[in-house]
């Protein structure tokens, strides 16, 4: 049977290489890719079968267009000529009346090849619509890891083979990043120790040596408490702190003694006893390598958080070890620049932009109202804070809003106009990835299922609709991607690009040293920079709510954002816990599978009770982003959640939220 390769569309740190065998034009399994360097032939659960979603019932066949009241769920199929020109009809209207400006595109990660996840940008620029701040997921832990590595590279994943201690900090590895496990348990073998600190026992604390579980949003402080006991008892690593790093007298003298034990306990909810013993065996490691994930980062002091953990690893001179440093991220957009399809020279004016955290606020502005919004590769609906805010908007008779879909999702059931999107088998990209140096060109394995087209291809008709003659949209994604490649960037011109054109996975070279190669304007780690306000590291609360118990909404193993909710088989049982402790179950005299309204200023949602001990007392947990035709009321998480930013870079907040029970 034919094989072909493939990559993992989903918005998921690992980007897995992919083997689709295909029987008659049909694809029948999907299997992880053995010649992929980083995911080595083994794939997650939700994708291990990625062919059930392909040929899934509820995949959209046609365009669709409202029949019903707004909501309803009341569509009627139409020809692709005929949504399309019901789009331009719209929207020819809507700019006459009230300029480009209001309409609002709105795009995310549904699939993160570099073609069609920013095939909207080139044709709203050109139209000159209302821009989207797209900073959902974690640009908060990108600007503290810049605040003091700048563009410094990230560590290779493969590192944390040398490493003798491993710390999973804020990330629940066996879900969210489950292929670093293999060089983790390779690491064991040869004796690493693993950690995990998180604010409960997620299923990865069963991989780990240690677990401490702290207070949401303490865990800056937490850091801060670390280097007040490395420093106090003479455990820096003075000669690589002297050679390679900026401001750590500063931060001795100025800031530390403030972060005794006692006082980092306070904060954290760790004994200063545990605090000391973490210091001592951090500093006492050969090669210690930090995992950071992104939880910690949705605060409102999400930057300040991961800017202080950060230091961490220069005051310990890890970086100069084999196995040694953080790995918050990996960017390799100097190999590959997303700009051949972005195309940010469209762009006539500077438009009107709108941060997609505070899509609710926009949609109910009635002074500088938004007209229309054209949703592709996103579910706001389910996804995005403040979730009974955003439905208000969606319900506006006076909205025109169009949805590129898969599914019929939370936010396509209020749509006007939906659009079949194709599935990644079904289209051409090039995926970059966030875990690894591997990039890897796709082709199209099978045809389109039902009348699907891909976003590149959608982009390509609304521009011929809306008169917009440049030639830049009537070529196909392949050829696009051929040209990008023709051109390459001199990292990229490094890399096998035989193999990439022809769609095998590619690993980018890295450069000699590059670990200790600190790309900041000192040219060392800058612990103090005087470009951030404030210039040194800092505890800072986060914002919390006027309620009881922090509520953590984060990663359900079987889903990914909202992804993979079309798929029943995975399902199942156990949709919408709320796990609980056993001490607050008694206080709020609730029973294991009791029906339990959780409830703030924002709204209400109801879960079944879970009571477990790996949950601490004061704080509840909600695993997963689930389409409302899963939850048990009418409403899923994000009905709870804030449109408060971080403290910088404009992120999602959505950990930092409390709220009050109620058995129902
Ligand atoms: N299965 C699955 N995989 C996914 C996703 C999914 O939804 N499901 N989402 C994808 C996306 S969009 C992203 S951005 C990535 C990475 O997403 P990440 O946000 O890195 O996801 P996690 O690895 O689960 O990290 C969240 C962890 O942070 C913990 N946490 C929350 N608050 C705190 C805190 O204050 N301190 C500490 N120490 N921990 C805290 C949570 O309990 C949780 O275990 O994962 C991707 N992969
Ligand atoms: N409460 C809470 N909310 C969260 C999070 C959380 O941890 N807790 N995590 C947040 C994070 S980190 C992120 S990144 C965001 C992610 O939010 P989104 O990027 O919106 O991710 P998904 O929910 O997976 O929705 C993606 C949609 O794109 C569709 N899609 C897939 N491929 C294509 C395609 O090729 N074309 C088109 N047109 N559509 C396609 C899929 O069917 C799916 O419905 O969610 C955030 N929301
Ligand atoms: S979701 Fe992540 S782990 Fe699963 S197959 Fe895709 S890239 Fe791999
Ligand atoms: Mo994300």
Not at 75 to 95: C, D, K, N, Q, Y
Not at 331 to 343: K, L, Q
Not at 398 to 422: C, G, K, N, S
Not at 590 to 617: H, M, Y
């Amino acid at each position: 049977m034919p094989t072909y390769r493939s990559v993992c569309p989903f918005d998921c740190p690992d980007t897995c290489g992919l083997l689709v065998e295909v029987r008659d034009g049909r694809a029948v399994s999907v299997k992880g890719d053995p010649a992929h360097p980083f995911t080595r032939g083994t794939l997650c659960p939700k994708m291990a079968r990625y062919e059930r979603t392909v040929y899934s019932p509820q995949r959209l066949m046609a365009p669709l267009i409202r029949t019903g009241p707004k909501g309803s769920g009341k569509f009627s199929p139409v020809s692709w000529p005929e949504a399309v020109e019901t789009i331009r009809l719209s929207w020819a209207g809507i700019i006459d009346q009230h300029g480009a400006e209001s309409i609002l595109p709105f795009s995310f990660a549904g699939t993160m090849g570099l073609v069609q996840r920013n095939a909207g940008h080139p044709f709203f620029y050109h139209l000159g619509a209302a821009r989207l701040e797209r900073t959902i997921c974690s640009p908060a832990k990108g600007y503290g890891w810049a605040a003091v590595m700048g563009e410094t590279m990230n560590p290779h994943p493969g590192e944390t083979v040398d490493s003798d201690l491993i710390i999973l900090w804020g990330i629940h590895a066996l879900a969210t990043n489950i292929h670093m496990m293999h060089d983790v348990t390779a690491a064991k073998r040869r004796g690493a120790k693993v950690w995990l600190i998180d604010i409960y026992q997620t299923a990865t604390a069963a991989t780990a040596d240690e677990v401490f579980v702290v207070r949401p949003g303490s865990d800056g402080a937490l850091a801060l408490g670390l280097m007040h006991v490395m420093d106090r008892d003479h455990l820096i690593d003075r000669k690589f702190i002297d050679a390679s790093v900026e401001g750590y007298e500063a931060l001795r003298t100025e800031v530390l003694p403030e972060y005794s034990p006692e006082a980092v306990s306070e904060l954290t909810g760790l004994a200063p006893a545990v605090i000391e013993k973490m210091a001592c065996r951090y500093a006492a490691a050969q090669a210690p390598f930090i995992r950071l994930g992104s939880g910690l980062s949705r605060y409102g002091n999400g930057a300040m958080t991961v800017r202080t953990i950060s230091c961490l690893p220069a005051v310990a001179g890890a970086w100069a070890k084999p196995g040694g440093g953080l790995l918050a991220s990996i960017s390799t957009g100097s190999a590959i620049d997303a700009g051949f399809v972005t195309r940010e020279d469209f762009q006539k004016t500077s438009t009107r932009s709108i941060n997609m955290n505070q899509l609710g606020n926009a949609l109910n502005d009635r002074l500088t109202p938004v007209k229309s919004l054209y949703v592709y590769a996103s579910n706001p609906a389910a996804v995005t804070p403040d979730q009974n805010l955003v439905i208000q908007g969606l319900e506006r008779e006076d909205l025109f809003t169009v949805v590129h879909e898969r599914f019929m999702t939370d936010t396509a059931q209020y749509a006007d106009v939906i659009l079949p999107a194709t599935t990644s088998l079904e289209h051409s990209d090039i995926y970059r990835a966030y875990g690894h140096y591997v990039i890897q060109r796709a082709f199209p394995v099978i045809a389109p299922v039902g009348e699907a087209k891909s976003n590149w291809e959608v982009f390509g008709l609304l521009a011929e609709a809306m008169g917009i003659e440049h030639e830049f949209f009537r070529q196909s994604a392949d050829a696009l991607i051929d040209k990008a490649l023709e051109c390459p960037s001199p990292w990229l011109a490094q890399a096998n690009l035989a193999e990439l054109k022809q769609g095998n996975p590619v690993e980018l070279p890295l450069p000699a040293g590059y670990k200790t190669k600190f790309l900041t304007p000192s040219g060392k780690i800058e612990i103090r920079n005087p470009r951030v306000n404030p210039p040194l590291p800092l505890y800072q609360p986060p914002y919390g709510d006027d309620a009881k118990y922090w509520l953590i909404n984060s990663p359900d193993v079987r889903l990914l954002n909202s992804s993979f909710n079309e798929r029943d088989d995975l399902l199942r049982a156990n949709k919408m816990l709320l796990k609980i402790s056993p001490t607050d179950a008694c206080r709020e005299n609730l029973a294991e599978g009791d029906k339990v309204c959780a409830f703030n200023e924002r709204g209400a949602v109801s879960f079944a009770v879970s009571i477990t001990d790996k949950v601490q007392p004061g704080t509840v947990v909600a695993e997963g982003v689930w389409w409302i035709k899963h939850a048990t009321g009418n409403r899923s998480i994000n009905a709870l959640t804030a449109q408060r930013l971080t403290d910088q870079g404009a992120g999602s907040t959505f950990y930092d939220v409390k709220v009050n029970l109620k058995r129902l």
